[in-house]
């Protein structure tokens, strides 16, 4: 059997953006997952572009056509785009709609909860008003996330990033995720409203909060700093993060913090969700796996809650304590990082972790072509809209 040799001549007139795209990043293994998902033939999220420049492709009814690289890679945003609008709005209709309902159902069959259906606040037995709370929360990151996953189909390797690539940027992740809680909670740490910013309960959609038992305030904790970050990163950064890296990974980041950004519930918070977005994203390219992003949320939440408790502290040198823990915090962030900057610096690995795409389309187009996508727009819309009535009222 004669084999076909492809000349350099030749692979020059070749545009393959699967073959093309920066692999050096991420684990073989990974890889070949990645290529077999894009160049699926029944796969209409995949951005699988090839040509032949020499080539012309003949149509009976418009004669010669030549396929656009450019068309079809708008088309591939506008697909994902799609899906992630739609997940929205199943986290907003679960966040305003379906959690009163359930209420209502609960309260029909008996359970001890009434809900305010203008208010959205829950009352009653405050064991089960905060197992309901739990529950809406699990279903509005839950279902949006099957949603997702149920529409790109993604390989698990590929959706969920899992095998560690460097062990040291976990480590690395921690002290840049010290140093990052500091600097966002500095503005509110030091501003005339601490008592009433650092409310980590705000969150809980119960008048009731100041009733619970000790036992309530212990789970729920438990539940927003360990499982919350958990669903927040699979639904963030997962599978429709994947679909994204297509376009390179710095549209990756940029639309999927827009999306962790909007979906916040409080504007105040907003600040934080962009860092903490952009940081769990690069954390989780740098290690190689979604492990580190969680971590790197759960210490957000591990250090806010912390600044709560110094907050509701009587003691006389609370502030002094509260000052000394922020330093201590980042110092030790400082000290973590500049290690590992150190050890890449005598070990001389500087490996790439960023894939980057050159398109023909600029990156602000693309963002563009994003941020234009129905139903995404009319959800970030309603969103943005939701922000700035919560401040003004």
């Known amino acids: 059997m ?19 795209f920066d692999c050096s990043t991420q684990r073989e293994e990974y890889n070949k997952k990645f290529k077999e998902w894009r160049r699926r033939k029944d796969n209409p ?16 009814s418009r004669g010669f056509e030549k396929r656009s690289q450019v068309q079809e890679e708008k088309y591939a945003i506008r697909k994902i785009m799609y899906v992630i609008g739609v997940a929205m709005i199943m986290y907003m209709a679960f966040e305003h709609i379906f959690g009163k309902l359930i209420a209502e159902v609960l309260h029909l069959a008996g359970a001890s909860i009434s809900v305010s259906m203008i208010s959205n606040t829950l009352y009653g037995n405050t064991t089960e008003v905060v197992s309901l709370l739990m529950l809406v929360s699990v279903l509005k990151y839950a279902i949006p996330a099957v949603y997702i996953q149920c529409k790109l189909k993604t390989p698990s390797r590929v959706g969920f990033m899992l095998r560690v690539n460097n062990s040291a940027e976990i480590i690395n992740s921690i002290g840049l995720t010290l140093i990052a809680c500091t600097l966002v909670c500095l503005p509110v740490a030091y501003s005339s409203d601490t008592t009433e910013i650092f409310e980590y309960f705000r969150s809980a ?55 962790a950004c909007l979906i916040t519930k409080s504007a105040t918070e907003v600040p934080a969700a962009l860092i903490i977005s952009v940081l769990s994203a690069a954390a989780m390219l740098r290690s190689g796996t979604i492990f580190t992003a969680i971590v790197v949320n759960i210490i957000y939440r591990m250090y806010y809650f912390t600044l709560i408790i110094f907050e509701t502290s009587d003691s006389a040198n609370m502030l002094l304590r509260r000052n000394l823990f922020m330093l201590i915090a980042l110092v030790t962030g400082a000290f973590i990082s500049g290690g590992i900057y150190l050890y890449r610096k005598l070990r001389k690995t500087r490996k790439p972790y960023i894939a980057h795409y050159n398109s023909e389309i600029t990156f602000a187009k693309r963002l563009t072509i994003a941020a234009k996508t129905f139903p995404f727009l009319a959800i970030a819309l309603v969103c943005v809209l939701e922000g700035i009535l919560a401040l003004v009222v």
């Open 45 to 60: 999220y995949a951005f699988n572009f090839r040509e032949n420049k020499k080539e012309t492709v003949f149509n009976d």
């Open 2 to 20: 004669k084999t076909k040799t492809i000349s350099k001549t030749e692979n020059k007139n070749i545009i393959d953006v699967v073959n093309d």
């Open 205 to 259: 959609e119960s008048d009731e909060v100041d009733l619970w038992g000790q036992k309530e305030f212990v789970i729920y904790t438990v539940f927003t700093i360990v499982i919350f970050p958990i669903l927040s990163e699979i639904l963030i950064h997962g599978p429709v993060f994947a679909a994204l890296r297509q376009f390179g990974d710095p549209f990756a980041i940029v639309v999927t913090t827009a999306f």
